[in-house]
């Protein structure tokens, strides 16, 4: 089978609604791998809804929120909140979408050399992608700047 | 959307002058946005990083991002993993993602 189609079935999901405009670049920004990962600071995110204990949920469609998710997180501290995926799998086990576990383990191994804390954390769900450039990517940008990240590594859900 | 956001951000960081790669299991939404680097696993979404309680899998496919990450040399690039959903089942990217997918199986009350 090929890849699911999901910019058609999107449109079939939304008949009532007028056809979404996703975004379409043409190229891409670039900046090279400067050292070897092993001496990297890497700094995970993912969209999957996922937040810790005693820090606010996400809200439905259009929450361009994040969440700084301390590193050292135990892993039954985190939930998911996202409308626009099947979370029963992220519930169950959130390295699916948010694999903090396997990367700390892949620092320990000096596969990486040192994962960023916080990790960070949104809900993808974002209609408006004007709000993602305007306001959550310089956001999270400045904050990973400050923090002398070398390598993103981002996990959609 | 969550792939449109995340592509949108990878751009964003790469702009500012950090290196990123991505996770993908939307590959037209991709292909659209060009996050600067990508890898694609064709799992159903909610399992960009493997299935629960797979360790050895989740790790295999973060190590193959980052050796992605080592040896993408293209702007844009997707590489596609080899990981395959279910031996079993040679059709869920049929049934995946139609409409009723966001109930019942979509947990919308997840979003409390």
């Not at chain 1, 469609?61 to 979370?87: C, K, N």
Request: glycine letters at 6%.
């Amino acid at each position: 089978m090929s890849p699911v189609a999901y910019i058609p079935r999107t449109r079939e999901m939304y008949p009532d609604y007028p056809p979404y405009r996703w975004v379409v670049n043409e190229g891409s920004p670039w900046t090279p791998l400067a050292k070897p990962l092993n001496r990297c600071k890497v700094a995970l995110i993912s969209s999957g809804g996922v937040y810790r204990v005693g820090q606010p949920a996400f809200h439905t469609r259009d929450d361009a929120s994040y969440r700084e998710i301390p590193r050292d997180v135990a892993i039954e501290d985190l939930r998911v909140a996202h409308f626009g995926y099947r979370t029963e799998d992220a519930e169950k086990d959130p390295n699916c979408v948010f694999p903090i576990e396997r990367l700390r383990e892949l620092e320990a191994e000096g596969v990486i050399g040192k994962l960023a804390d916080p990790a960070y954390s949104f809900m993808g769900g974002i209609y408006s992608a004007r709000k993602v450039k305007k306001e959550l990517a310089p956001q999270l940008v400045a904050r990973l700047k400050e923090d002398n990240v070398d390598v993103f590594y981002l996990v959609p859900a | 959307m969550c792939h449109q956001s995340v592509g949108l951000i990878a751009r964003a960081a790469e702009e500012a002058g950090i290196p990123t790669i991505s996770m993908t299991s939307a590959l037209d939404i991709t292909q659209a946005v060009k996050p600067p680097r990508s890898v694609f696993v064709n799992f159903p979404l909610g399992h960009q990083t493997g299935k629960p309680h797979q360790p050895e899998l989740q790790r295999s496919i973060i190590l193959d991002a980052f050796r992605a990450l080592e040896t993408i040399a293209t702007p844009g690039t997707i590489v596609t993993l080899p990981y395959v959903w279910d031996d079993s089942d040679d059709s869920w990217e049929d049934r995946e993602y139609r409409p009723g997918y966001l109930t019942p199986y979509t947990r919308a009350e997840s979003v409390r």
